[in-house]
Every structure is written in structure tokens, then in C-alpha cells.
């Protein structure tokens, strides 16, 4: 069974830090565009940042640019999203997810693969 598992969200407070992890199992990270989204309540879900298997090539949304960074460990199996510098407007719950390419100026996500980790940024 194919499965991405989200952690590592939490409350912050605004200018702090995060990093998040989507864990895959029964199958290879390196084979596959990973991309992180997020969903706000009342707000359309948004690509936010993907990585391609081959060069590493990565896009980040503007919105983001700057304060986040994805990353993979292919030994874990795993791949990263460091928030940096967060804002209130970064709320929503993130997920990851691995059936979208992944361009240089874009990135659609798709459905969820599972629950999502939910970050929250308030003082």
C-alpha cells in the first residue's frame, strides 16, 4: 500500500520555525515528485513547494519563497519542509503528496494522501 504519513506541525508563534516530515512506505521517494500543499478553512488549497526525483530540482510558491525549504533524505525515505520566518497567513493544514509533476513555475497539486499536519501561527 502506497502511503505518505505528515508530522511535525504545531502552534508557533509568528516569526518562528517548523519543520515538517512526510514519511513514504511501499514505495521509493526518488522515483517520484513529492510536493507539499496546504488547505486554510474557506481558502483554496495551494501548491506550496516540490522536489523532482532526478536532479532535485525544486519550486516554491511565491508566497513562500525565501521562508521555506524542501528537502529529502532518501535513506529515511522521507521528505522535509522547513518553515522559517512564519506568519499567520501560513495556518492551514499541510500535506504531501506524489502523483503531480512537479515544474519550475508551478506546481497542482492533488488529493490528499492522508491526514495532514496542521500548523497554526498566532501570538
Known amino acids: 500500500q502506497l502511503r505518505l504519513v505528515e508530522s511535525g506541525g504545531g502552534l508557533v508563534q509568528p516569526g518562528g520555525s517548523l519543520t515538517l516530515s512526510c514519511a513514504a512506505s511501499?514505495?521509493?521517494?526518488?522515483?517520484?515528485?513529492i510536493g507539499w500543499f496546504r488547505q486554510a478553512p474557506g481558502k483554496e488549497r495551494e501548491g506550496v513547494s516540490c522536489?523532482?526525483?532526478?536532479?532535485?530540482?525544486?519550486y516554491y510558491a511565491d508566497s513562500v519563497k525565501g521562508r521555506f525549504t524542501i528537502s529529502k533524505d532518501s535513506a529515511k525515505n522521507t521528505v522535509f519542509l522547513q518553515l522559517n520566518n512564519l506568519k499567520p497567513e501560513d495556518t492551514a493544514v499541510y500535506y504531501c503528496?506524489?502523483?503531480?509533476?512537479?515544474?519550475?513555475?508551478?506546481?497542482?497539486?492533488?488529493?490528499?494522501w492522508g491526514q495532514g499536519t496542521q500548523v497554526t501561527v498566532s501570538a
Open positions: 522536489i523532482n526525483p532526478n536532479d532535485n530540482s525544486t
Open positions: 511501499g514505495f521509493t521517494l526518488d522515483r517520484y515528485p
Open positions: 503528496g506524489g502523483d503531480r509533476p512537479c515544474w519550475k513555475s508551478y506546481y497542482v497539486p492533488g488529493e490528499p
